[in-house]
């Protein structure tokens, strides 16, 4: 583990520095090097930060570059799916991350401020990356913080990462992609007042497994250029709501219990049932697009629109599908990946090696036939999501499938 994380790691942990030391809540962008396994960046891989992921938002729709263009649609609907550049876990030790999402595709921050009355310059712009999604994470954790305060609750920074854990919505991701799920600050708080049967779910043996493995290089680590005397862990074992089991050679196990903490008074019912993911179902289609195609309304000059693909008529020629549903209806997350080929994505003969790079980036719509005349245009399209990584492989990823279309999908 690099030596930030580690440094991290450190920070996060009470009586690290000194008897009197709290800890520090860490929070840090996973990164943007997805679509692939393993591709945390520092300080994310820090077992015991923070680590957070992005998901999509489409208020850009309609707004600077992304204006009259046919391909991002004609609605800002759409949002809470998995960026295709989010970088994905598991961490260095093989540690479950990133821990939470957020929005990172993209949404309006404030702009730089000017002293000049007649600026040019917009009071907000578009902002994007895990860059964007751990502070709108930091956010949640300072409001939760906040609550616990006017609750008189002790807390520590694992206190804060079990809140926001345990009360994140399920986006139907395995946890290498998406930790938790999307943060709720909301529900965050409601917890800490026992508000809409909230609760905490954490357990006892991941911080200890993790220690085990990142103590013995830390302790060989030279803090001294930091004025700090010795970097160490303190012998007491905090909660950790995610699970991890340690290094485990063939044919060993290991077990732990999940405590299940209810903040009121009363009865709270849980139910505990086990959930096996498994594919429905799957198809695969190979055709050759067709460049410089124009939409009918947005057709100015090197303006484009996509290749359309409708799925019914993939699924219609792919006889396992349900004729009645083109998605099925129980089906919890819907992959699509496209591949082309690598001398179409690099151009090796020039004499600039790589000074011409190509990508086919892959989108999803709802389209509603307006005029019922059979014919797609922008106006009636509604981008779902996209995927657009430098690479010769895109992929995009759907929550809730068959809930995220009301007509047709493209």
């Known amino acids: 583990m690099d030596i930030v994380s580690h440094i991290q790691n450190t920070l996060v942990i009470p009586q690290s520095l000194h008897a009197n030391y709290t800890g520090t809540t860490m929070v840090s962008a ?12 520092s300080p994310g891989l820090s077992s015991y930060g923070i680590s957070v992921g992005a998901v999509t938002n489409n208020d850009f729709v309609g707004y600077g570059p992304f204006k009259d263009q046919p391909r991002f649609g004609n609605t800002t609907d759409h949002s809470n ?24 595709a993209y949404a309006f921050v404030p702009g730089i401020m000017t002293k000049e009355p007649d600026s040019s310059e917009e009071q907000f712009r578009l902002f994007g ?20 305060k006017e609750k008189s609750i002790d807390y520590d920074p694992f206190t804060i990462r079990n809140i926001l854990m345990s009360t994140a919505n399920d986006l139907h991701n395995d946890p290498f ?29 991941s911080f200890s497994n993790i220690k085990e493995i990142i103590n013995t290089p830390l302790s060989s680590f030279n803090s001294d250029p930091l004025g700090i005397e010795q970097f160490s862990f303190s012998d007491k074992t905090y909660p950790m709501t995610s699970w991890y089991g340690g290094m485990l050679h063939s044919g ?14 009363n009865t709270l019912d849980v139910s505990i049932k086990p959930v096996t993911l498994k594919l429905i179902d799957k198809l695969q289609i190979d055709q050759t ?15 484009y629109r996509p290749n359309y693909v409708k799925l019914s008529s993939l699924t219609s020629e792919h006889t396992s599908f349900n004729q009645d549903y083109i998605i099925p209806t129980d089906s919890s997350l819907m992959v699509l990946n496209l591949n082309f080929p690598f001398d179409t994505f690099m151009n090796q003969t020039d004499t600039t090696y790589a000074d ?20 797609i245009s922008s106006d009636e399209i509604s981008l779902v999501t996209r995927g657009g990584s430098w690479g010769t492989v895109q992929e995009i990823r759907i929550s809730d499938p068959a809930e995220k279309f009301k007509t047709n999908q493209l």
């Open 81 to 104: 799916h998995v960026v295709d550049f989010s970088s994905r876990g598991p961490g260095l030790i093989g540690d479950p991350k990133p821990d939470l999402m957020s929005i990172g």
């Open 177 to 205: 992609t998406q930790g938790a799920g999307l943060v709720n600050a909301l529900d965050a708080v409601r917890a800490v007042n026992g508000h809409y049967g909230k609760f905490v779910v954490y357990n006892d043996e």
């Open 289 to 303: 697009t067709k460049p410089h195609l124009q939409d009918p309304i947005l057709n100015q000059s090197e303006t």
């Open 129 to 148: 990356g895990t860059s964007m999604s751990a502070p709108i994470v930091a956010g949640s954790a300072a409001l939760l913080t906040e609550s616990l």
């Open 252 to 265: 060993e196990t290991t077990s732990t219990a999940f405590v299940i903490e209810n903040p009121t008074n």
């Open 30 to 41: 996973a990164g943007n090097s997805g679509h692939g396994y393993g591709t945390m960046g």
């Open 356 to 375: 011409d790079l190509k990508i086919s980036s892959l989108y999803i719509y709802d389209w509603k036939d307006k005029n019922n005349d059979y014919e």
